[in-house]
């Protein structure tokens, strides 16, 4: 079973590399962010939250969050595995989702760092305009995932989890080629 984290800087195709893997690998794949713009369009008492934090570009808070996944994860499980896309983005996350990963026996993740540098995140974000990617929203989200998201590299680094690094400069398919090779590489099953 393929039990995947990707991860990295807001803009490094994420969202892009997860859904080729799941179509390829019959994955779940599970996008936060997109969840989360889908729960911004209900007008409930929680998208209204939730739309007010996306529009700063700030971070859920991580109960929220844990709940979510822990619901989807719990829900959704295919049996070639899952792809997690946007989460989790701090420790307090990543500490909660080795606890749900575990009490679903579901241990032994891997971790697909994409990779690319801030210049070419900045155009990238630019060039997509989403309503949270505005220039001074674009700055905040890259000092967060600074300050905070790359931290749960360290997490998972310090705790011997397996993490495969991908450069994210060059064309879709190739990066996608290289990230299913090294899945290969790595995967136990
Ligand atoms: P993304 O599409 O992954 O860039 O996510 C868009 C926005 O959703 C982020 O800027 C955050 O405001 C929010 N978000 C997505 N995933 C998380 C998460 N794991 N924790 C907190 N906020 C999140």
Redesign the pocket.
């Known amino acids: 079973m393929y039990k995947l984290i990707i991860f990295g800087p807001?803009g490094v195709g994420?969202?892009t590399q997860a859904e080729l893997l799941s179509q390829k690998m019959n994955l779940f794949h599970f996008?936060?962010?997109?969840y989360?713009?889908d729960l911004t369009l209900r007008d409930t008492e929680l998208g209204k939250k939730v739309k007010n934090?996306?529009d700063r570009?700030?971070?859920?808070p991580?109960d929220v969050?844990n709940e979510i996944i822990s619901d989807a994860l719990r829900n959704n499980i295919k049996d070639k595995g899952f792809i997690l896309?946007?989460?989790?983005?701090?420790v307090n996350?990543a500490i909660a989702l080795d606890d749900i990963l575990k009490s679903l026996n579901l241990q032994d993740i891997i971790i697909i760092y994409l990779n690319v540098n801030d210049e070419e995140i900045l155009k990238r974000l630019l060039l997509r305009g989403r309503s949270?990617d505005s220039e001074e929203i674009i700055k905040k989200?890259l000092i967060i995932y600074k300050e905070t998201t790359s931290k749960v590299l360290d997490y998972y680094k310090e705790n011997g989890k397996k993490i495969i690094e991908i450069n994210g400069i060059g064309e879709i398919n190739e990066i996608n080629e290289n990230i299913i090779s090294e899945i290969m590489k790595n995967i136990k099953f």
């Open positions: 807001p994420k969202g996008s936060t962010g997109n989360l713009r934090i996306l570009g700030e971070l859920v991580d969050m896309d946007g989460y989790p983005r701090t996350q949270d989200r």
